[in-house]
């Protein structure tokens, strides 16, 4: 059976409609349920253009959790560009899981996301970026890093390319990212 992810979004869902244009592929060994976006947004748009269940749901709303684990629980749970922090429970430690447009521990945070972390990468005059996939927990873009794909810094780079390569890289990484944590069902590390 294949392993059934959520995916939570705030934004243009790009990485997103990758991941459910995938799961809809004969053989795939996993599906998306459904999409959960914390406001109106493209990626909600192309998240129904796919056909997928949706839902707007703000971040702080006591509806959240109850939406992703009625009237079926997923396996995981995926944050694809989910802007607000969400406190995950005990039952969910080590399903939830966080793409980020760094090299964790660096540029991560509150505040950290999109163009900001590149403009942070370019200042701090680092050579090299990447994204990181990690165990999300209670803090932002904090918990255990399960994956991560170096970007280089190129002379001439501004926020905008820079954010470019990285995303193309997040394109390369998740697929095959999913697909082998589909076939494990579960990490072996703790979120606490």
Known sequence: MPHRFTILISGAGGLMRRVVQTSQQPGSPFVVDRVIASRECPGIEKARSLKIPTAVIPPDSEDLWPRIEFPDAPDSILLLGYLHLLPIPPRWCNKALNIHPSLLPKFGGPGMYGRRVHAAVLQSGDT?????????????????????????????DTPETLEARVIDAQHRQIIPFLTHWAAEHSATVNCR
């Not at 970026?129 to 890093?145: E, K, Q």
Request: charged content about 15%; hydrophobic content about 35%.
């Open 128 to 156: 090299t970026t990447g994204s990181t996939i990690h165990l999300a927990d209670d803090r932002y873009d904090h918990g255990p890093v399960l994956h991560q794909i170096k970007v280089p810094v190129l002379a001439g």
